[in-house]
């Protein structure tokens, strides 16, 4: 099993609904979570984190976090055009050789057709 | 300004050759990390530097061998380049090395060994 597994897609989404990105991982150690977009040629840019169970809203981007069932998400609604982009789910283990270290899924390209 | 910059962007050089890549960062932070992204756009990380200290070694040749002078830089040396080390390096740094560290992305550096 892959240490985070998410759907590569393509997620194809129509302009002004919400797209609904997820990612599961097997580690239970893990306690911090990133969101990032990449735009192809890019790089990685940070769109959120969270660290406890829930949601967290920042402005159109919602990230939900459920430790007992291993799955984070994030939720972009309004998508626009320019949302478009391969989104990569992180995490972060505690201590040990694993300290500090990003741990990455595939990712999954997200595609917002007008 | 540039908050994590990597020179250069692209490299193309011959099997066999050696090859460095710089990275430096403006935003005051104490760790930096190594990234290598390739063709299926995995990111996977190679090593990362506290303050100067290397704390992270992932399972990578010893043909790598990552150098950071001051705390604001690292390098990346590669001797006798193969063609599996074709693929995009990224360089990140982060306020801390711990679990709660936001990692920024510089702009990658597109290395193709021919």
């Known amino acids: 099993q892959k240490e985070v597994e998410q759907n590569s897609g393509p997620l194809s989404v129509p302009e002004g609904a919400i797209a609904s990105l997820n990612c599961t991982y097997s580690?239970?150690?893990?306690?911090?979570f990133f969101w990032y977009r990449q735009y192809s040629g890019k790089s990685p840019e940070l769109i959120m984190f969270i660290y406890s169970n829930g949601d967290k809203e920042d402005g159109r981007f919602t990230a939900q976090l459920n430790k007992a069932s291993q799955y984070v998400s994030l939720l972009i609604r309004d998508s626009q055009p320019s949302d478009s982009a391969t989104y990569l789910c992180?995490?972060?283990?505690?201590?040990?050789?694993?300290?500090?270290?990003?741990?990455f899924g595939q990712g999954t390209i997200l595609t917002v057709h007008p | 300004d540039t908050a994590v910059s990597q020179t250069p962007k692209y490299l193309v050089t011959q099997m066999g050759n050696d090859k460095s890549i710089k990275c430096e960062q403006n935003?005051?932070?104490?760790?930096m990390y190594w990234y290598k992204q390739d063709s299926k756009k995995f990111l996977k990380i190679m090593f990362s530097y506290n303050n100067k200290e290397l704390i992270i070694n992932e399972t990578v040749p010893n043909r790598f061998s990552p150098k950071s002078p001051d705390k604001a830089h690292l390098n990346l040396h590669i001797n006798s380049l193969e063609l599996g080390d074709s693929a995009v390096y990224f360089c990140?740094?982060?306020?801390?090395?711990?679990?709660?560290?936001?990692?920024?992305f510089g702009p990658g550096t597109r290395l193709t060994v021919l």
């Open positions: 990140a740094s982060s306020q801390a090395g711990g679990i709660y560290n936001e990692q920024f």
């Open positions: 935003l005051g932070h104490d760790t």
């Open positions: 992180a995490l972060s283990n505690a201590g040990g050789t694993s300290y500090g270290k990003l741990t």
């Open positions: 580690d239970r150690g893990s306690q911090s």
